[in-house]
T-cell receptor, first 111, second 116 residues
Framework: QKEVEQNSGPLSVPEGAIASLNCTYS??????FFWYRQYSGKSPELIMF????GDKEDGRFTAQLNKASQYVSLLIRDSQPSDSATYLC???????????FGRGTSLIVHP | KAGVTQTPRYLIKTRGQQVTLSCSPI?????VSWYQQTPGQGLQFLFE???????NKGNFPGRFSGRQFSNSRSEMNVSTLELGDSALYLC???????????????FGSGTRLTVV
């Protein structure tokens, strides 16, 4: 059973701080990883994709992947209230087309 | 460029009825995947269609079915509705099969189904 685990939160951070969201996965065959942002009442929106060990940066977002430890993280620098949302982590195993989603971490950025 | 269009946005149905939801993917995208999202279970995969063929299926009962047309539009049907079917149903579009083809899904706005 492939599983992706996330702390449901909420994770509360002050505006301007770094928000760190973590995700662990059980399937060692997982090769690709996604982070989606979902605002309340809206559908998920892809914000990051990573498949190589290390860091990948896109604007204020940095995804970090450590395959040996089986975790993926998302850092949001200079957090803004508009970043308040649920962040979903998903993994995709080699040879599979269907990702496994975590249940998401709720992030609250307060002014 | 139009996004993924799901209709209707909201539905209220009675137990025992059936329902059909529609999804039009991004133009040129050939893969449509369906997900059920509930607060308790998160995103659960229903099925995936690519080139009018169901390529993958999740662990849902046979009451849940779907199809894809030659223009890549997809429908899903739920028969004999149960209270537990109340959820947000999301359609995800991708260029090729599955989530990797364009480095992730593009989701539609979803259909909120309430079964009473």
């Amino acid at each position: 059973q492939k599983e992706v685990e996330q702390n449901s939160g909420p994770l509360s951070v002050p505006e301007g701080a770094i928000a760190s969201l973590n995700c662990t996965y059980s399937d060692r065959g997982s090769q690709s990883f996604f982070w989606y942002r979902q605002y309340s009442g809206k559908s998920p929106e892809l914000i990051m994709f990573i498949y190589s060990n290390g860091d990948k940066e896109d604007g204020r977002f940095t995804a970090q992947l450590n395959k040996a430890s089986q975790y993926v993280s998302l850092l949001i620098r200079d957090s803004q209230p508009s970043d308040s949302a649920t962040y979903l982590c998903a993994s995709l195993s080699g040879g599979s087309y269907i990702p496994t989603f975590g249940r998401g971490t709720s992030l609250i950025v307060h002014p | 460029k139009a996004g993924v269009t799901q209709t209707p946005r909201y539905l209220i149905k009675t137990r025992g009825q059936q329902v059909t939801l529609s999804c039009s993917p991004i133009s040129g995208h050939r893969s449509v995947s369906w997900y059920q999202q509930t607060p308790g279970q998160g995103l659960q995969f229903l099925f995936e269609y690519f080139s009018e063929t169901q390529r993958n299926k999740g662990n849902f009962p046979g009451r849940f079915s779907g199809r894809q047309f030659s223009n890549s539009r997809s429908e899903m049907n739920v028969s004999t509705l149960e209270l537990g079917d109340s959820a947000l149903y999301l359609c995800a579009s991708s260029l090729g099969q599955g989530a990797l083809a364009n480095y992730g899904y593009t989701f539609g706005s979803g259909t909120r189904l309430t079964v009473v």
